[in-house]
Nanobody, 123 residues
Framework: QLQLVESGGGLVQPGGSLRLSCAASGFTLRYLAIGWFRQAPGKEREGVSCIDTSGGSTKYADSVKGRFTISRDNAKNTVYLQMNSLTPEDTSVYYC????????????????WGQGTQVTVSS
């Protein structure tokens, strides 16, 4: 069964950091572009970051540039999202998604989705 599982979410104070992980089971992420998305209550899902299959090309939403870093470890079949300098506006459910193509996009055109992990930034 093909499955993406996010982990690493939780409660953090403003200015803090979290690292989200997206692990795959049942298939390899090596040949898939990966995206991270988030959705807060009452808001539309938005693209946060994405990475191509080689890891050489990444994209970020303007709201997270300079604070978030996406990376992948194909040997571990895992993609990471390092989130620094978190603010309450980053509070959301974060989802990872995988697409059967090399190039990543920041729109929701992905083939596989995880169940999400909650990130709450609050003092």
């Amino acid at each position: 069964q093909l499955q993406l599982v996010e982990s690493g979410g939780g409660l953090v104070q403003p200015g803090g950091s979290l690292r989200l992980s997206c692990a795959a089971s049942g298939f390899t992420l090596r040949y898939l572009a990966i995206g991270w998305f988030r959705q807060a209550p009452g808001k539309e899902r938005e693209g946060v970051s994405c990475i191509d299959t080689s890891g050489g090309s990444t994209k970020y939403a303007d709201s997270v540039k300079g604070r978030f870093t996406i990376s992948r470890d194909n040997a571990k079949n895992t993609v990471y999202l390092q989130m620094n300098s978190l603010t309450p506006e980053d509070t959301s459910v974060y989802y990872c998604a995988a697409a059967r193509r090399a190039v990543c996009v920041m729109t929701a055109e992905y083939d596989y989705w995880g169940q999400g992990t909650q990130v709450t930034v609050s003092s």
